[in-house]
């Protein structure tokens, strides 16, 4: 696909550190075989747009016969987005859906009034050492859409609008930007695009978006003569046009944003919803654990266990 005219190689550079509103610096969980960064939700800013949890995992590099073992745990009120850049592991949900999630393509499952699934790394993949490392993100459902039936929808690496031109390459996950648009179904308007850029290479943020943020996953970026490493976050003000230039070593961003929804979210444990209510009704749900009848079920093939609700 040929490069957008937009990104031409003259791109707008941020006039001052001003047009950052929000610096973020994820914390950090060691898990034993890998170490999650958490940048959302952040103390000074609970969403991107839409987007309400961003974890970084890895880079990790597990030994042979170790792997990850999320247990079956349930989900409201969001979406979750997996994208891998090395490494592999196998979703399973109750909606039925056993996917190998592979680096490159998109695993969008959406939780609506209620969704139940595992991530495990397969046997043969822990016959030998492998690497794991990607990004984890949620995104909070708009109000409307919060009772829709749960759904999980994969795209391939080649069904994803890809741009290379010019020291830049993006490939469009989820969203629009650019021109293009990802075919993965949302419920908002957003944009959520892995970039690489070459050593001094600039890219411009998508401007028709009212939310606006940053993660830089390796390298650095420069913004108004400040650089900015790996693990950090930036949130833009809305409006300003607003160029990345890669530093030395290149880059590779993970940008994120888009429409602001009505209202702040509460977050309990896996649950995300605009109302306690709402939370309070799938956390005695769970706890009920009536996976027959009640709201949440079990995964097909990996029901024998399942992650507890924490006591508070």
């Given at each position: 696909m040929s490069w957008n005219p937009a990104l031409a190689p003259v791109c707008p550079d941020a006039a001052s550190l001003d047009d950052i509103e929000t610096l973020i610096i994820p914390r950090s969980?060691?898990?034993?075989?890998?170490?999650?960064?958490?940048?959302?939700?952040?103390?000074?800013?609970?969403?991107?747009?839409?987007?309400i949890f961003f974890d970084q995992m890895g880079p990790a590099?597990?030994?042979?016969?170790?792997?990850?073992?999320?247990?079956?745990?349930?989900?409201?009120?969001?979406?979750?987005?997996?994208?891998?850049?090395e490494g592999e592991f196998m979703h399973r949900d109750s909606v039925g859906s056993q996917?190998?999630?592979?680096?490159?393509?998109?695993?969008?499952m959406t939780a609506g009034r209620g969704v139940t699934h595992s991530e495990r790394t397969r046997p043969q993949t822990r016959e030998h050492p492998h690497p794991l490392f990607g990004i984890q993100t949620w995104v909070a459902l708009p109000e409307e859409a919060e009772d829709v039936p749960?759904?999980?929808?994969?795209?391939?690496?080649?069904?994803?609008?890809?741009?290379?031109?010019?020291?830049?390459?993006?490939?469009?996950i989820v969203g629009s930007a650019y021109g293009e648009r990802s075919p993965v179904k949302t419920f908002s308007?957003?944009?959520y695009v892995d970039v690489i850029l070459e050593p001094g290479a600039i890219i411009p943020l998508p401007d028709e978006h009212e939310d606006r943020g940053v993660y830089v996953v390796q390298g650095s970026?420069?913004?108004?003569?400040?650089?900015?490493?790996?693990?950090?976050?930036?949130?833009?003000?809305?409006g300003d046009r607003i160029g990345l230039r890669a530093g030395a070593q290149g880059a590779r961003l993970m940008l994120l944003g888009g429409e602001t929804l009505s209202g702040p979210r509460y977050i309990w444990w896996n649950?995300?919803?605009?109302?306690?209510?709402?939370?309070?009704?799938?956390?005695?749900?769970?706890r009920q654990g009536d996976w027959h009848n009640g709201m949440f079920h079990l995964p097909a093939g990996d029901d024998s266990e399942f992650a507890k609700a924490p006591e508070n």
């Open positions: 969980r060691d898990l034993g075989s890998f170490e999650v960064r958490r940048a959302l939700p952040a103390p000074a800013r609970q969403m991107v747009g839409p987007f590099e597990f030994v042979t016969h170790e792997g990850i073992d999320v247990r079956p745990h349930p989900h409201i009120g969001l979406s979750t987005v997996t994208y891998l850049y996917q190998l999630i592979l680096p490159g393509q998109v695993n969008w749960a759904d999980f929808e994969h795209r391939k690496e080649e069904d994803l609008p890809y741009l290379d031109a010019e020291g830049k390459k993006a490939r469009l308007e957003m944009f970026v420069n913004v108004a003569g400040q650089d900015f490493e790996s693990g950090q976050m930036m949130v833009f003000r809305p649950f995300v919803a605009s109302s306690k209510e709402r939370i309070e009704v799938a956390k005695e749900a769970w």
